[in-house]
């Protein structure tokens, strides 16, 4: 996902199950567990041994946090990416208070991860909120009561800065913006920048930015060293140190609707994304990383 991405990052550990209800996860499963799933899923696709995956989720001693992914795009890259098709209620019913969120999340293939799908009927979102009063709040007021089932709440948006990314930013505690090592990549940052100050002072002055991710970074590349470089002297040490590099397999992934960690654990682009997640937990628990990349 390359467009900006919000994070709103829950403070709870109950799990919302298919029927909604909170359920202690130290009864649910142990860490063994995780790992035999994913080692399950790689015997069934004749995937390489899962043996750095199994180091790195005992090393975070995290492998048993709960996500909620919201894809709150239309083109609902997000859902696609993890092999999950919208049905009945999607983010846009739970977005306008049509739907509750047990009714519209659905399991993914990635254990204790939960998504809210997206489609096309999102984009007729902005439409309708247009008329509505304090339309900016919508999501935050739908999310209101589900934040302590989560430990992590993403959010992915919409490449553009309307009133779907707006109310992603008002939901949020945090801001996570990827940039790709390209030139057009810093043209629009300063764009949202300056959206992040103006909700920052008028509609949700808790938020904070997560981090900048560097992805699609080729350190062969002179352009892409540029943007890294750019990017380091404008936002400092708020700038990831894993970088997430061009990697055939993270762009054959979606196609075959899996997360990179399912479809190549091995692949060099599916060991910067551990990293960068050890690096985020990391950098919650007040630990310093060895430096990636």
């Given at each position: 996902?390359?467009?900006?991405?919000?994070?709103?990052?829950?403070?709870?550990?109950d799990?919302?199950?298919?029927?909604?209800?909170g359920?202690?996860?130290?009864?649910l499963?142990?860490?063994?567990d995780l790992?035999?799933?994913?080692?399950?899923?790689?015997?069934?696709h004749d995937?390489?041994?899962?043996?750095?995956?199994?180091?790195?989720?005992?090393?975070?001693?995290?492998?048993w946090m709960v996500?909620?992914?919201?894809d709150?795009?239309?083109?609902g890259?997000?859902?696609s990416?993890v092999?999950?098709?919208?049905?009945?209620?999607?983010s846009?019913?739970?977005?306008?208070?049509?739907?509750t969120?047990t009714?519209?999340i659905?399991?993914?293939?990635?254990?204790?991860m939960?998504?809210?799908?997206?489609?096309?009927?999102?984009?007729?979102?902005?439409v309708?909120l247009?008329s509505?009063?304090?339309?900016?709040n919508?999501?935050?007021?739908?999310l209101?009561d589900?934040?302590?089932r989560y430990?992590?709440?993403f959010i992915?948006?919409?490449p553009?800065?309307?009133?779907?990314?707006?109310n992603?930013?008002?939901?949020a505690?945090s801001v996570?913006?990827?940039?790709?090592c390209?030139?057009?990549?810093?043209?629009?940052?300063?764009?949202l920048?300056?959206?992040?100050q103006l909700?920052q002072?008028n509609?949700?002055?808790?938020?904070?930015?997560?981090?900048?991710?560097l992805t699609m970074?080729?350190?062969?590349l002179?352009?892409?060293n540029?943007?890294?470089d750019e990017?380091?002297?404008f936002?400092?040490?708020v700038?990831y140190?894993?970088?997430?590099?061009?990697?055939v397999?993270?762009s054959?992934?979606?196609?075959?609707g899996?997360?990179?960690?399912?479809?190549?654990?091995?692949?060099?682009g599916?060991?910067?994304y551990?990293?960068?997640?050890?690096?985020?937990?990391?950098?919650?628990?007040g630990v310093t990383?060895?430096?990636?990349?």
């Open positions: 996902m390359n467009d900006p991405v919000t994070v709103a990052v829950g403070d709870g550990v799990y919302l199950g298919d029927a909604g209800a359920v202690n996860l130290a009864e499963f142990t860490l063994q790992l035999e799933q994913l080692t399950a899923l790689h015997e069934v995937k390489a041994p899962v043996t750095r995956v199994l180091e790195n989720f005992e090393k975070s001693h995290h492998a996500q909620l992914l919201v709150l795009d239309p083109q890259n997000a859902s990416g092999g999950v098709e919208p049905k009945e209620y999607t846009y019913e739970f977005l306008l208070g049509n739907a969120l009714s519209s659905q399991n993914t293939q990635v254990p204790y939960d998504i809210l799908t997206a489609d096309r009927r999102l984009a007729g979102a902005e309708e247009v509505q009063p304090q339309r900016e919508f999501l935050k007021r739908a209101a589900h934040k302590d430990d992590f709440i992915d948006t919409p553009s800065l309307g009133l779907l990314t707006l992603a930013l008002t939901a505690d996570l913006i990827p940039i790709q390209e030139y057009y990549a810093l043209e629009g940052l300063s764009q920048l300056s959206t992040v909700v002072r509609l949700n002055r808790m938020l904070q930015l997560e981090g900048v991710l970074y080729d350190k062969r002179r352009l892409s540029q943007v890294a990017a380091i002297e936002f400092g040490k700038v140190e894993t970088r997430i590099p061009r990697n397999r993270l054959e992934a979606p196609s075959f899996q997360p990179i960690l399912l479809y190549d654990v091995e692949c060099l599916s060991q910067s551990l990293a960068l997640a050890q690096e985020i937990i990391a950098a919650k628990d990383t060895p430096q990636g990349g």
